[in-house]
């Protein structure tokens, strides 16, 4: 369990909803309204995406955008719709790009934070590859501390597994966690946290940067 997530989440999800009701921005208040439902809120709408997308590419077109955004129970009218979908179609091709669009929707972040995210990254990620995976943590993650491997019911590598899966794509877990998957958690996590100083903190206290 990662130290503190739950009740930043939690934090995070009320100052959403606190934040929708002030903000005129299509993009943003589509934004809230996946972060009002914690940190994976984004990925979420991801998962519902992926889902639709039935050929593969990876685009929506307007359609299966308003679709999505329905199936995922996001409260927007037609208008609001096209807006936000006109300020994605940069190329007016009549599709988005989905990958790129969860990327612009997931909340921005300072250099510094990037940086600390980073130092995470590259500290669990013990073969510099780019990518963490069950064999990086072995010597980083202790699992033994596992309430399900105390009691007997996960072996160590479950333990590690479950661990990447907080961080893989929702709709992709395949055990290895890139460093983009691992930067779009963060990114749910550090709209919950006012300042730097606060955010490094907790990242150096989590990970004993």
């Known amino acids: 369990q990662m130290p503190g ?50 050929d593969n590419s990876r685009t929506l077109d307007f359609k299966e955008f308003v679709k999505g955004l329905n199936d995922y129970a996001v409260m927007i009218d037609k208008e609001e719709a096209q807006e936000i979908f006109r300020i994605f179609d940069k190329d007016g091709s009549g599709t988005i790009d989905f990958e790129e669009f969860l990327v612009t929707l997931r909340p921005p972040m300072s250099n510094a934070r990037k940086e600390i995210i980073m130092q ?66 963060y990114a749910g996590v550090s709209a919950s946290i006012d300042t730097d100083v606060y955010f490094i903190i907790m990242m150096k206290n989590a990970w004993k940067l």
């Open 120 to 185: 995470a990254f590259r500290k669990l990620d013990k073969t510099g590859d780019g990518v963490i995976t069950i064999e990086d943590l072995r010597g980083v993650y202790n699992a033994k501390h596992h309430p399900k491997y105390q009691n007997g019911d996960w072996t160590e590598d479950q333990v590690f597994r479950a661990f990447l899966d907080n961080f893989d794509s929702p709709y992709d877990k395949d055990g290895k966690v890139t460093t983009e998957e691992f930067m779009n958690y």
């Open 5 to 54: 997530t739950a009740r930043h989440d939690r934090e995070m999800a009320i100052q959403a909803k606190r934040n929708l009701s002030k903000t005129t921005d299509p993009v943003e208040r589509l934004r809230l309204q996946c972060l009002a439902r914690g940190s994976a809120g984004i990925k979420g709408l991801g998962r519902v995406f992926r889902v639709m997308d039935d």
